[in-house]
């Protein structure tokens, strides 16, 4: 049998809350599955277009943004021009998640960049990595 410690009242525990993810995907699919994923280890808020994620961002300013590159109405590239325009949101790491046949280097030369781009794969490994590495760095 297990039994609790007694609390330290001279002691002031404070721990940081878990980092705050938006993940922003067109398909509601992969946003369930990318959600199930990620919930687990970070807060997660999502968002099924540009135009919601935008209003999202600002409102609650997450640690880390992972967005897909191809949505109608406002795709992945300008969803991250109009968060680096905004004092409020243009340190914010982006992920982009794309499974079009543009090269990454095609990718990087768009203005402004992703923080990181990862293919979709079967794979979730990668994408886990990046966010790990890019939240670590922040």
Do not use: C, H
């Amino acid at each position: 049998m297990y039994t609790a410690a007694p609390l330290n009242p001279d002691r002031n525990v404070t721990m940081d809350p878990r980092p705050r993810l938006l993940i922003v995907d067109d398909s509601p699919v992969a946003l369930s599955f990318l959600s199930a994923v990620l919930q687990g280890t970070y807060d997660v808020e999502t968002a099924g277009d540009g135009e919601d994620a935008i209003s999202k961002a600002t409102a609650t300013v997450p640690d880390l943004i992972v967005t897909d590159s191809l949505m109608p109405n406002v795709d992945g590239f300008d969803l991250i021009r109009r968060l680096r325009a905004s004092q409020a949101t243009a340190s914010i790491p982006i992920v982009m998640l794309t499974s079009s046949d543009l090269a990454d280097d095609e990718i990087r030369l768009r203005t402004p960049q992703p923080n990181a781009i990862v293919r979709k794969s079967t794979s979730i490994e990668p994408l886990l990595e990046q966010v790990a590495k890019l939240l670590l760095a922040k």
